[in-house]
């Protein structure tokens, strides 16, 4: 009799590739291990291949079997913004947040996690398990972050990372003779998951938010939403039926948030900068726990012109789509993380 997959018994383990095609491995045994594991709401890893028709005529009103062609794969990881719990420590979610900022942290011991934006490219083995061992497994490797989404306001902050990937493997695949090479990354067996796996902390309260909005804190916030794209994409043009190395490309952050309306002086002024298109600074530190902190700074802020709402008996006031900029070129300063 078949057993169900339950989806409550998914889990992630992301790894740090330290060369591209090769699924972290020793001699071809997975070394995916339960300090890897980071626990995830949803985890989708899809992949692909194109259907190549023979244009020929076949002399009958009946077409010749399609070839396969070029392979992708993609996905997206959604989890709370969950800390390690011990300051200076990295959260479980680590290799999702440096992949996608592109630089490895800046870790003070027992005081700050820091992340800041650079152009280096991390490809990921991203482990999707499930239960029973039995059922389908699945590990995207050569996978690129090519979007994240830090959502904050209601009672879970999340994120979200979308990403390509170079292939998903699958235990089938390993045992099947046909399967190509490069689809198999290394491996020379499928690993079941890791009997004890390691999650630490948990998130703070989503609407637990200090927003400091070009210098004045502000804790009506409702709102909040904080997107990077990043346009790095694996190549698909060479010889190879799979994707092969990628390329950094452009960065894009984007700042939406909504607060409760008022009178005051600095609100006045916030969209005064809005109309004159005026650079600000906005801050957003989520938690008050120490080791649970998430302040995310953005830099450079061209507001967008405010939007009017109501929220319950009062009005509210959107600033969606706004945009930020690195305070010169090359400085990638637009964007910073620091769990505290």
């Known amino acids: 009799m078949a057993n169900d997959v339950l989806r409550i018994y998914q889990r992630s383990y992301p790894q740090i590739q330290t060369a591209f095609d090769a699924i972290p491995n020793s001699a071809g045994a997975a070394t995916v291990a339960g300090s890897d594991c980071c626990l995830i ?34 996905g997206q990881a959604v989890l709370s913004m969950a800390g390690n719990g ?37 490809y990921l083995a991203i482990w999707n398990f499930n239960q029973p061992n039995t059922a389908e497994q699945m590990c995207a490797f050569n996978s690129l972050i090519n979007k994240m989404v830090v959502e904050f306001g209601g009672d879970e902050p999340k994120l979200t990372f979308g990403f390509e990937s170079g292939w998903v493997l699958t235990p089938a695949q ?20 890791p009997a004890s796996p390691v999650v630490n902390g948990t998130f703070p309260p989503g609407f637990q938010v200090t927003a400091t909005l070009d210098g004045t804190a ?38 939406d948030f909504s607060l409760t309306d008022d009178d005051s002086a600095a609100l006045t002024g916030l969209k005064v900068k809005a109309y004159d298109r005026t650079p600000v600074n906005v801050e957003f530190a989520i938690g008050t726990v120490a080791g649970n902190t998430w302040d995310w700074l953005v830099k450079n802020v061209i507001l967008a012109k405010p939007k009017y709402g109501d929220e319950g008996i009062r009005r509210k006031v959107d600033f969606s789509g706004s945009m930020a900029y690195p305070t010169s070129v090359g400085a990638k300063d637009h964007l910073q993380l620091t769990i505290r």
């Open 86 to 122: 011990a300051a200076g420590v990295a959260p479980d979610c680590k290799n999702y947040l440096q992949a996608a900022f592109g630089k490895a942290p800046t870790i003070s011991a027992g005081t700050s996690v820091l992340y800041t934006l650079d152009d280096l490219l991390y």
């Open 41 to 74: 709401e949803s985890l989708t890893t899809d992949a692909d291949q194109a259907e190549i028709a023979r244009t020929d005529k076949t002399g009958t009103l009946d077409a010749y079997p399609t070839q396969g062609g070029r392979r992708t794969a993609r």
């Open 218 to 255: 502000y804790t009506t916030l409702l709102t909040g939403r904080i997107t990077l794209d990043i346009g790095r994409e694996l190549r698909k043009d060479t010889n190879s039926a799979f994707p092969r190395q990628g390329v950094p490309g452009p960065r894009k952050v984007t700042v």
């Open 174 to 193: 390993i045992g099947d003779s046909n399967t190509d090479p490069l689809a198999k990354g290394g491996l020379t067996a499928f690993p079941n998951e």
